[in-house]
T-cell receptor, first 113, second 115 residues
Framework: GAGVSQSPSNKVTEKGKDVELRCDPI?????LYWYRQSLGQGLEFLIY????????KSGLPSDRFSAERTGGSVSTLTIQRTQQEDSAVYLC???????????FGPGTRLLVL | EDKVVQSPLSLVVHEGDTVTLNCSYE??????LLWYKQEKKAPTFLFML????IEKKSGRLSSILDKKELFSILNITATQTGDSAVYLC???????????????FGQGTILTVHP
């Protein structure tokens, strides 16, 4: 079946602009996660959704980052007033429940000039 | 805070060699450990381990968990150039009755397989 999809696959933006990254999880998966991977760094957790609620936002690096999920499906990660240090690959993952295997999408590579 | 350490950090071998990758962890309320293969961007799921001493196998790859010594190994036999990737292990976060599942990744092992 269809896997996790993300869009856009690549995004180049200017410093100070807002960006929206989209994630379509596998149908029926209630758990959804956002991670990011900066150049040469490991994967770091950003936020976790169970259904439409986000019980764990502990990984969001600043208040410029926000995310929402609607209809228990699609999620959008928004970065306001982007900075160069926001440049990274943003990965979305979904799973049937919080303790089940997480399946990753192809990621969005964000470059802030 | 959960902690995951992988070794070696990098490994260079030739096709046909067998490799063993290590993952040690310190996790509160451990329930499972996941192994992923990362090429380019997205990690691809390999194994989920929950029970000690039970080997999981998929083709040339196998993995086993030791919950007493808090480590897992991933073995790849008869390596091929297509096995070149970063291999990641990660336990899902589990705080007692609250299962958030967020993954704490190790640094990864960079495997390079030469022809």
């Amino acid at each position: 079946g269809a896997g996790v999809s993300q869009s856009p696959s690549n995004k180049v933006t200017e410093k100070g602009k807002d960006v929206e990254l989209r994630c379509d999880p596998i149908s029926g998966h209630t758990a959804l996660y956002w991670y990011r991977q900066s150049l040469g760094q490991g994967l770091e957790f950003l936020i976790y959704f169970q259904g439409n609620s986000a019980p764990d936002k502990s990984g969001l690096p600043s208040d410029r980052f926000s995310a929402e999920r609607t209809g228990g499906s699609v999620s959008t990660l928004t970065i306001q007033r982007t900075q160069q240090e926001d440049s990274a690959v943003y990965l979305c993952a979904s799973g049937w429940t919080a303790q089940e295997t997480q399946y990753f999408g192809p990621g969005t590579r964000l470059l802030v000039l | 805070e959960d902690k995951v350490v992988q070794s070696p950090l990098s490994l260079v071998v030739h096709e046909g060699d067998t490799v063993t990758l290590n993952c040690s962890y310190e996790v509160t309320n451990f329930r499972s450990l996941l192994w992923y293969k990362q090429e380019k961007k997205a990690p691809t799921f390999l194994f989920m381990l929950t029970s000690s001493g039970i080997e999981k196998k998929s083709g040339r790859l196998s993995s086993i968990l030791d919950k007493k010594e808090l480590f897992s190994i991933l073995n790849i036999t008869a390596t091929q150039t297509g096995d070149s990737a970063v291999y990641l292990c990660a336990p899902p976060f589990n705080a007692g009755g609250t299962s958030y599942g967020k993954l704490t990744f190790g640094q990864g092992t960079i495997l390079t397989v030469h022809p």
